[in-house]
Every structure is written in C-alpha cells, then in structure tokens.
C-alpha cells in the first residue's frame, strides 16, 4: 500500500489535491483513500491530509500512517511540525520551500541523510493562477519524483475532474502549474 501525508494550512488546498489525487488514481481502477485532518478549521490553521492507494481494498481507516512521501506545501510547517513522524527509511519528502536543499537540511536537521526534493510550489502558484494555493504543483512534483502516473496520463485526467467545477482559464493554470513543478522539482 502506498501511504502519503500532506501537510499544509487551511486555505492552501491540500485536501483538494489529496481528493483530485484519488479522483485520478481511482479512474484507473485502484483502491484510493484521501481524507483530511484539521485541528482548528480556520483558514491558516495547521492541518494534514492523507492519501492510500492500493490495488486491494483497503480496510485501514485510521489517520495513522508511516508514509511513503510526505508533501509539505507550506514551507513553515517543515519547522513547527514533526514532518518526520512515523516515517518509513525510504520516505521520500516533497518540500515547498525558497531555500536551497543545503540550507533547507542545515536549519531541519532531522531531514539529514533522507531523499528530500525541494521546489518553490508558492512562486509557481502565483505566477500560473495568481494565488497562492500550492496543490497543483505538488501534484506534479509528486507525478515526477513518484512516478505513480505518466504525466500526460495525470494531466488528461485531472483536466477532466476540474471541468467539472473551474473555468477553462482557472484549469489551464493549474495545468501549467503542474507541469512547471514536474519541470522544477530537484
């Protein structure tokens, strides 16, 4: 089972990108989970959203999770939350953050000696859609550094999941903000 746990604040989309991600995942005929959880619920708050993916059904409905990647789409979370938590060795760690890899390890030790990959998902969103709601991108960083979907596959299939919901211009954002993160990631 492939275990993932996003950490973000309300208001920066993490829940939609865990949902969007299983809209996806789910098309494809796999077992999905995605599901959130929030300590206070106002928009700001520290909260984290979860995903499973399996090609059983899944019977584990608990938050509790030693994921396989951690995606942390607010950058000062990575130094207020044990991002760490219940991590497995091979844990890999998606990280919104302005600061080099070097920096982001010398002032987060506890990433020391783990396979992290960094991108700014903040810059790319408010250049792409003008905001600053970071799901999108993290969603194609996740599409390359997984490898869980072809990103043309990934791209097809979201499009369709947001027509339901956004404008064409809202959609081509988050289009170009997937394929810019997939682009940047490092």
Not at 2 to 14: F, M, N, V
Not at 88 to 111: N, R, V
Request: with cysteine; net charge neutral.
């Amino acid at each position: 089972m492939l275990e993932i746990r996003w950490h973000s604040r309300a208001g920066q989309g993490a829940v939609t990108g865990a949902k969007g991600l299983a809209d996806v995942i789910a098309g494809t005929g796999k077992e999905v989970q995605a599901f959130a959880f929030y300590g206070s619920a106002k928009r700001g708050a520290a909260m984290s959203a979860y995903n499973r993916i399996d090609s059983e059904p899944i019977l584990n409905h608990e938050k509790f999770m030693n994921p396989d990647y951690v995606l942390v789409i607010d950058p000062g979370l990575t130094f207020i939350t044990d991002i760490c938590a219940n991590e497995k060795p091979e844990t890999k760690y998606i990280i919104t953050t302005h600061l080099s890899k070097e920096e982001l390890i010398a002032k987060k030790p506890d990433l020391a000696g783990k396979e992290v990959y960094i991108l700014d998902c903040i810059q790319i969103s408010l250049q792409e859609l003008g905001k600053p709601i970071p799901n999108a991108p993290m969603l194609g960083a996740l599409m390359k550094v997984s490898g869980l979907l072809d990103l043309e596959f990934f791209l097809q299939a979201f499009t369709k999941i947001l027509g339901k919901k956004l404008p064409q211009k809202v959609i081509d954002g988050n289009v170009n903000a997937i394929r810019r993160a997939y682009n940047e990631v490092h």
